[in-house]
């Protein structure tokens, strides 16, 4: 179990794989990074331009927003929130 844990946190997760795990766009994922409620991305090499997510922050955040839509479930519609 601690090995798969170990595992979970060294991974790195792109932009493409991100946007399918978390269900929401490019810019929704900006919007939240921004406000503080998504985990921020990070430059996998000091001097490049690449950038991603770690993938255990990614799975807590996931685990957390499936434990607060059970408390308020969501009612779908134009109404619904992804915050």
Same mark, same amino acid.
Request: with cysteine.
């Given at each position: 179990?601690?090995?798969?844990?170990?595992?979970?946190?060294? @991974?790195?997760?792109?932009?493409?794989?991100?946007?399918?795990?978390?269900?929401?766009?490019?810019? @929704?994922?900006?919007?939240?990074?921004?406000?503080?409620?998504?985990?921020?991305?990070?430059?996998?090499?000091?001097?490049?331009?690449?950038?991603?997510?770690?993938?255990?922050?990614?799975?807590?955040?996931?685990?957390? @927003?499936?434990?607060?839509? @059970?408390?308020?479930?969501?009612?779908?519609?134009?109404?619904?929130?992804?915050?």
């Amino acid at each position: 179990m601690a090995e798969r844990q170990q595992n979970v946190a060294s @991974r790195i997760l792109r932009e493409p794989e991100l946007l399918a795990r978390v269900g929401l766009g490019h810019t @929704r994922v900006w919007e939240l990074e921004r406000a503080g409620k998504f985990p921020r991305r990070f430059k996998i090499s000091p001097e490049g331009r690449a950038c991603g997510w770690l993938e255990s922050a990614v799975e807590q955040y996931i685990a957390e @927003r499936a434990q607060q839509s @059970r408390a308020a479930p969501c009612s779908g519609g134009a109404q619904a929130s992804h915050v």
